[in-house]
T-cell receptor, first 111, second 113 residues
Framework: GEDVEQSLFLSVREGDSSVINCTYT??????LYWYKQEPGAGLQLLTY?????DMKQDQRLTVLLNKKDKHLSLRIADTQTGDSAIYFC???????????FGAGTTVTVRA | SQTIHQWPATLVQPVGSPLSLECTVE??????LYWYRQAAGRGLQLLFY??????ISSEVPQNLSASRPQDRQFILSSKKLLLSDSGFYLC????????????FGDGTRLSIL
C-alpha cells in the first residue's frame, strides 16, 4: 500500500473520540473504505464512502473525505475498549478490481 | 445472508511441502473472489482474484497459485513452500463487478518451519 498511508499507532482514553487519518494518491479513486481487524481475525468492513461524498455518518462512526487533499478520516465517538483493533483504510479505482490498503493504524483504548 | 469460510485457521508446514488453502462462499452467486496475504505489521497484498470459474488473475509473481473449480470455491496452492510464504492469508468475496465492497474470511495463519 504505498499509495495509501496511515499513521501506525493511536492511543485514546475510553469515552473520548478517536480520529484515524489516511491519505491516498490516486485521484481516480471511486470508493474509500474503513476496515477493522481484531487480533487473529479477518477484516470487518466498517463503512465506506463514495468519492463524490464529503461525509458519511453511521452511529458512532463518521467518515470525512477531503477529495482535494486526498485525505480520509474515521472518527469514532465515545471510544470503547472493544474498539481496540487495527483499522485499515483502503481505496478502489474505477478501472480496477483490487483494493489498495494502507498499513493499518493500531488503536489502543486505555481506561 | 452471505457467509465466507476459510480453513484451516492455522497451519504449520515444513519448507518444501505442498499447500492447499480453501475458501468457500455461501448465500450468493457469481461472486468475485480474492486471495490476500498480510505480512506482520503491514497492510494486505492482493495475490489473486477471480471473476468466474476457471478465471484467475495474478497480481504478483510468486510461489503460489490459485484455482476456482466451482463458482463459490477458491483454492490457494503451492507445490513447494518457502520460508517467505509464512503469513496470514485472507480470502474475500464481493458482488460481481468493479468497485464493490469486499468481505473477508477469518484468515489462515501459515507458519513455515
Amino acid at each position: 500500500g504505498e499509495d495509501v498511508e496511515q499513521s501506525l499507532f493511536l492511543s485514546v482514553r475510553e469515552g473520548d473520540s478517536s480520529v484515524i487519518n489516511c491519505t491516498y494518491t490516486d485521484s481516480s479513486s471511486t470508493y474509500l473504505y474503513w476496515y477493522k481487524q481484531e487480533p487473529g481475525a479477518g477484516l470487518q468492513l466498517l463503512t465506506y464512502i463514495f468519492s463524490n461524498m464529503d461525509m458519511k455518518q453511521d452511529q458512532r462512526l463518521t467518515v470525512l473525505l477531503n477529495k482535494k487533499d486526498k485525505h480520509l478520516s474515521l472518527r469514532i465517538a465515545d471510544t470503547q475498549t472493544g474498539d481496540s483493533a487495527i483499522y485499515f483504510c483502503a481505496e478502489t479505482t474505477a478501472h480496477d478490481y483490487k483494493l489498495s490498503f494502507g498499513a493499518g493504524t493500531t488503536v489502543t483504548v486505555r481506561a | 445472508s452471505q457467509t465466507i469460510h476459510q480453513w484451516p485457521a492455522t497451519l504449520v508446514q515444513p519448507v518444501g511441502s505442498p499447500l492447499s488453502l480453501e475458501c468457500t462462499v455461501e448465500g450468493t452467486s457469481n461472486p468475485n473472489l480474492y486471495w490476500y496475504r498480510q505480512a506482520a505489521g503491514r497492510g494486505l497484498q492482493l495475490l489473486f482474484y477471480s471473476v468466474g470459474i476457471g478465471q484467475i488473475s495474478s497480481e504478483v509473481p510468486q510461489n503460489l497459485s490459485a484455482s476456482r473449480p466451482q463458482d463459490r470455491q477458491f483454492i490457494l496452492s503451492s507445490k513447494k513452500l518457502l520460508l517467505s510464504d509464512s503469513g496470514f492469508y485472507l480470502c474475500a468475496w464481493s458482488v460481481l463487478g468493479q468497485n464493490q465492497p469486499q468481505h473477508f474470511g477469518d484468515g489462515t495463519r501459515l507458519s513455515i518451519l
